[in-house]
């Protein structure tokens, strides 16, 4: 952003712009990253009613199977 504008970061005249840009770019980031965060929580909500529930017993966990057609 900062080479796309033609600023010099080096050249302390510009040290106040190259500041905003990084506060601005920061703050996209934080952003970005609770977007996504959202994303993956959002997916995990919905997968987790898919979870099946395993019943125990005395002899360990029980699953249910399907009968067999044949």
């Known amino acids: 952003m900062i080479m796309s504008a033609g600023i010099n970061p080096q050249d302390p005249a510009n040290a106040q ?16 990253a609770f ?22 017993g005395p002899d360990g966990p029980r699953t249910k199977t399907k009968k067999s057609l044949a």
């Not at 840009?21 to 980031?29: L, M, Q, S, V």
């Not at 909500?45 to 395993?54: E, H």
């Open 35 to 56: 977007v996504v965060a959202t994303g993956i929580t959002l997916v995990a909500f919905v997968l987790s009613f898919f979870i099946r529930k395993v019943q125990v």
């Open 17 to 32: 712009q190259v500041a905003l840009i990084t506060k601005e770019a920061t703050i996209d980031g934080i952003d970005f």
